[in-house]
């Protein structure tokens, strides 16, 4: 009886001491990191009264805060040898429990590791509504929201394990990139498939997969020579995230008198000399949405720990580059350091940051090095913005069918005169269309010849193209009329059960339709003959002024010349070459790579209504 009750005894004491250190985060780190110093948030009731000693490791600071759940432990780093610690949380100079840490291996040339650039193309997708390559997971007992597919606006079971089932569709499409939108733990009651309100930064969402099941998808992306980008999320987390419920200061989000501020969203604001400080405040401090707490960047353990989630998903996973949402939202300074703190542990990394504005000056403000941010005192050290205002023009001008001073393919032209304002310019995400906006076979009414005109554009401009996941199969939605759902709607063949794949050729039983295929053919050109031409990812752009709707630029370095033509005129129209001399130089023949027709470039020719050309001159 005495044995029994000594060890009941051991037992209650070992679950009274596990239970005083809930978390550790990062919850591993590596050996051989740049960063001189490892911020450790521990997390545990009443932890904050314990004195902290790492046996080996020198602790140079104990932050502890208002909230006596936490304690931030701050070791040298630099220098740390792979293998195990015991964190040994003292009272009066005992140790009362103890937690083990462990020092990672870095992958040999982990630092080196090179983004994605201008010679990729980024393929967007939302995880949930691409495949379901694992249905045991569309609905888990630790998160609320459960699988309804008929629900346009709730979750609909695609994961981790369905992108990675499809990624020969992606390699043979053409994409060389991966762009999902986020895929950490979001635990909101409804809407959550959405998943840009995290409740865990650590953790992918269960109904996705696992952390490992990540890691895999950039270990298999890698075998296939493509990149992944994580979409990453600094401005706000989400209301069910268990810091948000337990706070660790009160300055961790930003605070209002009447509990929630929704954003005034005029992000003009950061930069206006004119702005008030209230508009600013309102800006900045107020919040995304009501399930999107704002996070406070200014303050220094918040910014730190965002910091180094971002550094230990870099590490963990594998991955290539992050697209940052809402990156201007955040505060400017913490935001530029948060930057800057990834750039310099991965020098050749690539981070785009959504910037979405309406006018080239402000976007370009935001880009690493800019003129613009000098004038202001600001570099935010960021390497690549989003092109907005193309995707602006390109939503209009190709339903302008008659030319116009300023309307039809002059608001193309426009856009790039306005290029001097970038640092550099190779490095702008171009896109029509994306997770946010219209689809863009809606607002073209499924004229694939528009398609292939905007696509055509998007492909051979300068800056990094994406397309947003079923573009290129004709997909329609509305989000005006239908909601977000709507522009999300399920990939055709994703799911077990679905009439027909849009995965498989339409040669294939049940495969693409015959107005699908010819969508997908177009793309699938024009895509797999990016990949070798390195006159588009790097060359100089020569344009001239449209006339008759007809826009014609080159695309050219020392070696090669390529010649675009997109005639948006609803009439046929004759190219005069002694026009286009300065680019056509001494060039006799071309081969147009959409129809593998070869053209004459010695006399004028002509082009067809709505529609596009892209020929490699010989």
């Known amino acids: 009886m005495k044995n029994r009750l000594a060890i009941l005894f051991l037992l209650c004491v070992v679950s009274t001491i596990q239970a005083q250190v809930e978390k550790i985060e990062p919850p591993f780190w590596w050996s051989g990191m740049k960063g001189e110093t490892l911020q450790l948030m521990c997390y545990g009731k ?177 075998k296939l020579d493509m990149k992944l980008i994580m979409d990453y999320v600094t401005n706000h987390w989400g209301s069910k995230h268990w810091m948000i419920k337990d706070l660790p200061t009160t300055d961790w989000i930003h605070q209002w008198p009447e509990g929630f501020r929704r954003s005034n969203y005029r992000m003009t604001t950061q930069f206006d000399s004119n702005a008030s400080k209230i508009d600013a405040k309102g800006c900045m401090d107020g919040w995304f949405d009501t399930t999107m707490p704002d996070m406070n960047q200014s303050n220094p353990l918040l910014l730190n720990y965002i910091t180094q989630n971002a550094i230990w998903w870099i590490e963990y996973a594998d991955l290539d580059g992050f697209r940052v949402d809402t990156y201007s939202y955040n505060d400017k300074e913490g935001i530029a350091k948060w930057t800057k703190a990834i750039m310099n542990e991965y020098p050749n990394f690539n981070i785009v940051g959504e910037v979405w504005m309406h006018d080239q000056a402000q ?178 752009l020569m344009q001239f002024i449209p006339f008759d709707n007809v826009y014609v630029y080159f695309r050219y370095n020392e070696e090669k010349t390529v010649m675009v033509i997109i005639n948006n005129s609803s009439k046929n129209q004759e190219i005069d070459i002694t026009r286009f001399k300065e680019g056509l130089k001494d060039f006799k023949m071309g081969t147009d790579i959409i129809t593998d027709s070869n053209i004459d470039v010695t006399e004028n020719f002509k082009v067809q209504a709505k529609t596009p050309m892209i020929i490699e001159l010989k």
């Open 363 to 540: 976007m370009a403000y935001w880009q690493k090095d800019s003129k613009i941010g000098a004038l202001d005192n600001y570099n935010s050290g960021l390497p690549s913005v989003m092109d907005f205002t193309l995707h602006d023009a390109i939503m209009i001008m190709f339903n302008e069918d008659e030319n116009a001073w300023d309307k039809g393919m002059i608001r193309a032209y426009e856009n790039f005169t306005n290029d001097f304002l970038y640092p550099d310019i190779n490095n702008i995400l171009l896109f029509a269309g994306n997770h946010d906006t219209n689809r863009i076979n809606e607002i073209y009414q499924s004229d694939i010849n528009k398609y292939k005109m905007a696509m055509t554009l998007i492909f051979t401009t300068r800056g990094i193209p994406q397309i947003y996941y079923g573009d290129e199969i004709g997909m329609l939605g509305n989000r005006d009329k239908k909601g977000d759902g709507d522009i999300r709607r399920d990939f055709p063949g994703g799911w077990s059960g679905d009439v027909q794949s849009a995965f498989v050729s339409s040669k294939e039983k049940k495969g693409r339709t015959n107005d699908q295929e010819a969508y997908h053919a177009f793309t699938k050109k024009v895509l797999n003959w990016r990949k070798d031409a390195e006159v588009i990812h790097k060359g100089k």
């Open 46 to 222: 009443n932890i904050s009264k314990y004195n902290v000693d790492i046996e080996g490791v020198t602790i140079t600071d104990i932050t502890k805060t208002e909230n006596s759940n936490y304690l931030f432990v701050t070791i040298e780093a630099k220098d740390i040898s792979v293998g195990k610690v015991s964190i040994d949380f003292k009272e009066s100079d005992k140790v009362v429990f103890s937690q083990a840490y462990e020092f990672k291996a870095r992958r040999e040339n982990s630092a080196e590791r090179k983004g994605f650039d201008s010679s990729d193309v980024m393929y967007l997708i939302m995880p949930d509504r691409f495949a379901n390559g694992n249905p045991k997971n569309d609905s888990n007992s630790d998160t609320v929201e459960k699988a309804d597919r008929s629900n346009p606006g709730g979750r609909h079971g695609g994961d981790l394990q369905g992108v990675i089932d499809h990624l020969d569709y992606l390699k043979d499409l053409g994409a060389t990139a991966l762009w999902s939108t986020p895929l950490l733990e979001d635990n909101e009651p409804v809407y959550s498939y959405h998943t840009y309100a995290q409740s865990d930064l650590y953790k992918i969402d269960p109904r996705y997969g696992t952390n490992e099941d990540y890691k895999r998808l950039a270990s298999e992306m890698h």
